[in-house]
């Protein structure tokens, strides 16, 4: 009866991530178009025909249609389906490791979902269209210092710092290059990381995004999809999403073992 109603719950948060994938697909594609994003029909992305229910059902329709508008018979963007079936994965991949592995808080959990929620919209945002969006990140940082100080008992001091460290280190190389090397995004994606992660685990998230983002450089230059050049240009949100959802689980921990190796 337990694993049966285990099954069950797993299902219902792999079909509820799913169901908010959709909606990111929805709100990236419509905030890169000025459009309202409710109190309006979705609609095909190429000839614009409003979409019936059915047609809006995450992974299933994609799957039913074969990845094509039913209408103008053009693809349907292959990356709405696969961030409706990564959001189900990845809500079921939270509950586990906060309420099973961890045994933690549902304050957590609940935390955790909403945040990286906000991940993915800054993660397609800025791979899709080269933007972090402002509307995006200010309210993810409020919500994520309320959920770490009234819930969670993270120190304010422990916060702050993490400001100072996210949102300093990318100011600098901003202000030094003046915004040649990186965005006015990424210093306020480093302020809103600050603040979810706080001191130390921002410094891991900081160092990841930096390995990702040049593992993925060597990548793309040994495939001759990018040359090397001074104007030659990699988003990085999408390495700094990455980073943080690994901080929020690993970086605390990375940085002990990494001390205590000198200690």
């Not at 592995?101 to 979902?113: L, Y």
Request: net charge positive; glycine share 10%; charged share 10%.
């Amino acid at each position: 009866m337990e694993q049966g109603l285990t099954i069950i719950i797993y299902a219902l948060l792999f079909i509820f991530g799913a169901s908010i994938g959709s909606f990111i697909n929805c709100l990236v594609w419509r905030q890169n178009n000025n459009m309202k994003v409710v109190n309006a029909r979705s609609q095909c992305v190429h000839c614009g025909r409003q979409l019936s229910w059915w047609e809006n059902v995450p992974i299933f329709s994609f799957l039913f249609l074969r990845g094509r508008c039913r209408t103008c018979k053009k693809k349907i963007p292959a990356y709405y389906f696969v961030n409706e079936f990564f959001c189900g994965f990845l809500f079921v991949c939270v509950y586990w490791t906060i309420l099973i592995h961890f045994q933690d808080s549902w304050w957590r959990f609940a935390r955790d979902i909403v945040l990286l929620s906000f991940l993915v919209v800054i993660f397609f945002g800025d791979m899709l269209y080269r933007v972090i969006w402002p509307i995006v990140i200010w309210p993810a940082t409020i919500i994520g210092f309320l959920f770490n100080w009234l819930f969670l008992g993270v120190p304010i001091s422990s916060m702050l710092i993490g400001v100072a460290i996210g949102g300093g280190f990318f100011l600098v190389q901003y202000a030094v290059s003046r915004g040649r090397w990186i965005g006015g995004g990424d210093v306020r994606m480093g302020v809103m990381m600050g603040v979810w992660l706080g001191f130390p685990a921002i410094v891991a998230a900081i160092f990841m995004a930096y390995f990702l983002g040049g593992f993925a450089a060597i990548l793309l230059l040994i495939s001759k999809k990018k040359k090397w050049s001074a104007s030659a240009q990699i988003a990085f949100g999408p390495f700094l999403a990455l980073a943080t959802i690994w901080a929020l689980y690993h970086g605390e921990k990375s940085i002990n073992w990494i001390i205590s190796l000198f200690g």
